[in-house]
Nanobody
Framework: EVQLVESGGGLVQAGGFLRLSCAAS????????IGWFRQAPGKEREGVSR????????YYADSVKGRFTISSDNAKNTVYLQMNSLKPEDTAVYYC???????????????????WGQGTQVTVSS
């Protein structure tokens, strides 16, 4: 059974940091690109970052560049999202998702992703 489980969310003050984890089972992150998305109340789900373990390529939304870092530990079959200098506008439910087929230009398009986790809440207070 394919499964993605996010963890690491929580409540943090602006300027603080969190590290989210996305643990995969039933498939290898080596064979998929893993993306992080977020959805705030009343807003559409947006792509935050993505990593392709096969070639190490990474992508970031402009809003998080320089603050967030995505990485992969293939031995643990887990992808991480290190989030620094958090802002109140980063508040959202964060999801990880797996994809094998999207072109890189579509990395932030949620419709391309096949498997999704249940999400983890991140709340940044001002």
């Amino acid at each position: 059974e394919v499964q993605l489980v996010e963890s690491g969310g929580g409540l943090v003050q602006a300027g603080g940091f969190l590290r989210l984890s996305c643990a995969a089972s039933g498939f290898s992150v080596d064979d998929y690109a893993i993306g992080w998305f977020r959805q705030a109340p009343g807003k559409e789900r947006e792509g935050v970052s993505r990593i392709s373990s096969s070639d190490g390529s990474t992508y970031y939304a402009d809003s998080v560049k320089g603050r967030f870092t995505i990485s992969s530990d293939n031995a643990k079959n887990t992808v991480y999202l290190q989030m620094n200098s958090l802002k109140p506008e980063d508040t959202a439910v964060y999801y990880c998702a797996a994809d094998r087929t999207s072109p890189t230009t579509k990395w932030a398009d949620a419709n391309w992703y096949d498997y999704w986790g249940q999400g983890t809440q991140v709340t940044v207070s001002s």
